[in-house]
Antibody, heavy 119, light 108 residues
Framework: EVQMVETGGGLIQPGGSLRLSCAAS????????MNWVRQAPGKGLEWVSI???????YYTDSVKGRFTISRDDSKNTLYLQMNSLRAEDTAVYYCTRAYSWNYAYMDVWGKGTTVTVSS | EIVLTQSPGTLSLSPGERATLSCRASQSISSIYLAWYQQKPGQSPRLLIYGASSRATGIPDRFSGSGSGRDFTLTISRLEPEDFAVYFCQQYGGSPQTFGQGTKVEIK
């Protein structure tokens, strides 16, 4: 069964750091196009970052320079390192798989992990 | 950035009725780059439609998508109790990819 499980969320003070993990099963993260998408409380969906199978990475403007997407192929796991966290980063963070690099609809979603940035 | 505007914000209907949801883009996009998702409370989104009109695996045929250019539509032909949820459109033709703000389909 294809699935992904996110962990690593929690309550963190502004300016702090967190690393989210997304453990995948049923497919190889290394050959997939993997995203992080977030949803602030009561709000819509916001794409955050993508990691292509070839290693290219892209970010939404609001997280550039603060967040880093990466993967560990031996663990079949995707990561999101989040630094200099702000209150507006508070959201449920979903790990998703895109169908391909140019048809980036998201065919698999994890259940999400909640990040709360507050003092 | 391509902005997607969904309407209405909330749609109040009864089971068995037809639901028509709209997604309008701030600029023209190819229909191959438009998707729809369903999200139920406390759950992650689920892919319904991609390429504007292709149903994802396991999606019932009461769900259909259409449209081109700037205007796209998701139609649920006869609402089942499990269809009451929030629906989002997504465009993945422009960078960054963006989502609409969602339409809530609630029981009347």
């Amino acid at each position: 069964e294809v699935q992904m499980v996110e962990t690593g969320g929690g309550l963190i003070q502004p300016g702090g750091s967190l690393r989210l993990s997304c453990a995948a099963s049923g497919f190889a993260v290394s050959s997939s196009y993997m995203n992080w998408v977030r949803q602030a409380p009561g709000k819509g969906l916001e794409w955050v970052s993508i990691l292509y199978s070839g290693g290219s990475t892209y970010y939404t403007d609001s997280v550039k320079g603060r967040f880093t997407i990466s993967r560990d192929d031996s663990k079949n796991t995707l990561y999101l390192q989040m630094n200099s966290l702000r209150a507006e980063d508070t959201a449920v963070y979903y790990c998703t798989r895109a169908y391909s690099w140019n048809y980036a609809y998201m065919d698999v979603w994890g259940k999400g992990t909640t990040v709360t940035v507050s003092s | 950035e391509i902005v997607l505007t969904q309407s209405p914000g909330t749609l109040s209907l009864s089971p068995g009725e037809r639901a028509t949801l709209s997604c309008r883009a701030s600029q023209s996009i190819s229909s191959i780059y438009l998707a729809w998702y369903q999200q139920k409370p406390g759950q992650s989104p689920r892919l319904l439609i991609y390429g504007a009109s292709s149903r994802a695996t396991g999606i019932p045929d009461r769900f259909s998508g259409s449209g081109s250019g700037r205007d796209f539509t998701l139609t649920i032909s006869r609402l089942e109790p499990e269809d009451f949820a929030v629906y989002f459109c997504q465009q993945y033709g422009g960078s960054p990819q963006t989502f609409g703000q969602g339409t809530k389909v609630e029981i009347k």
